[in-house]
Every structure is written in structure tokens, then in C-alpha cells.
């Protein structure tokens, strides 16, 4: 059975900086992509970043490029966010995602496997 779970969520400042981890099991985690979405309230969901199986391509949606970095290790079978200079508007529950090919983590739907999701509060 797949497993993912999230931590590191939590109430920041703005401009403050929280690093999100995601722990996997039930899969071989070297294998597959891992990603991060977000989901606002009264929004839809939606791509945050994707790292590939070999840490060798990173993807970032524009909202967040130059001050999120998506990383992972292999050994942990874990991947991290670190998200730095956030604003109100990173407001949301951050999911982690895991799939066979990056390719479908980099689309609105996402990947087959999900987290259940912690919860970033960005205060003004």
C-alpha cells in the first residue's frame, strides 16, 4: 500500500520560510517522480513543483519559481519543499504527489499517488 506523508506545514510571516517534507513508502520511490500541489480555499488545486526519479529535472509553476526549490532523497525515500520568501497568497494545503513519469505530476490532474496534505498559513 502507498504511503505519503506530509510535514512541516504551519503559520508563517510574510516573507518567512517553512520546508515541507513527504515521506513514501509502499513504492520504489527511486523510480518515480514526486511533485507538490496546493489547493486554496475556494480554489482549484494545482501543480507547485516536480522533481524527476534522478533529481536531474526540476519543474516549478511561475508563482513560485526563484523561491521554491523542490529536492529528494533517495535514501529517505523522502522529498522536500523548501519554500522561502512566502507570501499570503501560498496560502493553502500542500499535497505531495508521486508518479511512475513527471510527466502527468506536471499536469492539473497529477500524478497516482497522494498525500493527504498539510497546511501553510502565510500571515499578512
Known amino acids: 500500500q502507498v504511503q505519503l506523508v506530509e510535514s512541516g506545514g504551519g503559520l508563517v510571516e510574510n516573507g518567512g520560510s517553512l520546508r515541507l517534507s513527504c515521506a513514501a513508502s509502499?513504492?520504489?520511490?527511486?523510480?518515480?517522480?514526486m511533485g507538490w500541489f496546493r489547493q486554496a480555499p475556494g480554489k482549484e488545486r494545482e501543480f507547485v513543483a516536480c522533481?524527476?526519479?534522478?533529481?536531474?529535472?526540476?519543474y516549478y509553476a511561475d508563482s513560485v519559481t526563484g523561491r521554491f526549490a523542490i529536492s529528494r532523497d533517495n535514501a529517505k525515500n523522502t522529498t522536500y519543499l523548501q519554500m522561502t520568501n512566502l507570501k499570503p497568497e501560498d496560502t493553502a494545503v500542500y499535497y505531495c504527489?508521486?508518479?511512475?513519469?513527471?510527466?502527468?505530476?506536471?499536469?492539473?490532474?497529477?500524478?497516482?499517488?497522494w498525500g493527504r496534505g498539510t497546511q501553510v498559513t502565510v500571515s499578512s
Open positions: 522533481i524527476t526519479w534522478s533529481g536531474s529535472s526540476l
Open positions: 504527489n508521486a508518479d511512475r513519469t513527471s510527466g502527468k505530476i506536471r499536469t492539473a490532474r497529477g500524478g497516482d499517488y
Open positions: 509502499g513504492l520504489p520511490f527511486s523510480t518515480y517522480a
